[in-house]
């Protein structure tokens, strides 16, 4: 079983089954507190932007928003955070809740935010071996955290006082029939 940050696609569908939505995600930006540079991707021209190599928002970012973003590939998140808080590049990208997980890190608070509006979603599942008959069990133990108000607690515990809030039009997601 996987339980992560782990997108639901139609690729990985083919070998896996996934549970959920059990949250929806959207790629954002992480920068420094002090900025006001940048408010969303439209304002990285010119901009210092890290993502992991070969990922799926870094490419959004150069494709969609911004072909004068400087991308600089880091090989993990970790690492661009690093660079972030040493002023050597001017923004993360990456999905949202990821970004204020590291927002929240008591070395990161107050130094750290989220800006503008997310601009994906990216629905989040349960992964479990193809046929496994443990879709249900798993959909129901989703479905009780999200109606006995779990499920908002552990997004509180995980962002912490960094003033994210999950898309309210999109989350809880109600997961869907196994």
Do not use: H
Not at 34 to 45: K, Q, Y
Not at 103 to 126: D, H, R, T
Request: contains cysteine; hydrophobic residues 35%; aromatic residues 8%.
């Amino acid at each position: 079983m996987v339980v992560a940050t782990y997108s639901i696609t139609d690729e990985r569908a083919e070998r896996v089954d996934f549970v959920g939505p059990y949250f929806i995600a959207g790629q954002g930006l992480l920068v420094p507190e002090d900025n006001t540079d940048i408010n969303g991707p439209d304002d990285l021209d010119g901009k210092l932007l890290c993502s992991v190599t070969g990922s799926t928002p870094a490419q959004r970012i150069q494709e969609e928003y911004s072909e004068g973003a400087q991308l600089q590939e880091y090989d993990t998140y970790s690492n661009c955070i690093e660079a972030l808080g040493t002023g050597v590049i001017d923004a993360v990208t990456t999905d949202d809740i990821i970004l204020a997980g590291y927002a929240a890190q008591s070395e990161n608070v107050g130094n750290m935010k989220l800006v503008g509006e997310a601009f994906s979603e990216e629905n989040y599942g349960i992964g479990l071996p193809m046929e496994s008959g443990m879709c249900e069990d798993v959909a129901a133990a989703v479905t009780q955290m999200i109606d006995d108000g779990s499920w908002e607690q552990f997004v509180a515990d995980n962002v912490g006082e960094t003033g994210y809030e999950p898309n309210a039009a999109l989350n809880p997601p109600t997961p869907e029939a196994c």
